[in-house]
């Protein structure tokens, strides 16, 4: 893991990107790419929608997500998905896999791509406003929270949101991979499971000790 100045907070919520963080999704690129050939709501686009739907009951979990959630779940902490896919997308999976008890409130612990106004809201270019967002459904402050995902955009987001961000490598593809790789702001981790020391790292700094994690030194 790279190593970056720990900043000491308050920490009591996490963020989570969805696609390529918490689950593997790279199979449904090809039902997304299908309904973009489509006219929308159209029969055709509404047969590839639920399609895409289908297969995204089929996308598993990472390795090592069930022992993070565990560890939320006894110690209280807030989590949400922040997301640039659909609120619908993220429902089904919170459904399917039973994590109603990690992220219990549809528009405040699963944000999708739009916001209450059904504008459509991004983090490509490092764009806040997802992340600010929310923050309001949430009621938070960014100092309270971190934020994990897979692609740069995600933590530059974050970052211009006042949150501390962290890469997350495993669901990363070769380019955004090397991107992260080379970016001297945020640290990343290979694996979720890290994700647990991370925390632990966090709760240590609100108390102003010293916590030595493999793989870099809070």
């Not at 000491?8 to 299908?34: H, I, L, P």
């Not at 692609?151 to 962290?166: M, P, S, V």
Request: hydrophobic share 35%; with cysteine; net charge neutral.
């Amino acid at each position: 893991m790279a190593k970056q100045k720990t900043i000491n907070r308050e920490f009591k919520t996490v963020f989570f990107d969805y696609d390529g963080t918490m689950f593997d999704t790279a199979g449904a690129d090809q039902y997304v790419a299908r309904q973009k050939t489509l006219r929308r709501f159209s029969p055709e686009w509404v047969q590839a929608r639920k399609e895409y739907l289908e297969h995204i009951k089929q996308c598993p979990l990472y390795d090592g997500w069930q022992q993070v959630f565990d560890y939320i779940k006894a110690n209280n902490i807030q989590a949400a998905i922040v997301s640039g896919n659909n609120r619908e997308v993220l429902n089904v999976a919170v459904r399917t896999f039973g994590l109603q008890e990690i992220f219990p409130k549809d528009k405040i612990n699963r944000i999708g791509c739009k916001d209450a106004t059904g504008h459509r809201i991004r983090k490509r270019g490092g764009n806040p406003a997802l992340f600010e967002y929310a923050l309001k459904q949430l009621e938070e402050d960014p100092s309270h929270v971190l934020a994990f995902g897979n692609e740069l955009c995600d933590a530059q987001a974050a970052t211009n949101a006042g949150i501390k961000a962290y890469h997350c490598l495993w669901g990363a593809d070769v380019k955004e991979k090397e991107q992260m790789l080379a970016d001297s702001e945020h640290q990343y981790i290979t694996s979720p499971i890290q994700i647990i020391d991370i925390l632990r790292s966090e709760a240590f700094d609100c108390k102003t000790e010293h916590h030595h994690i493999a793989g870099f030194t809070a």
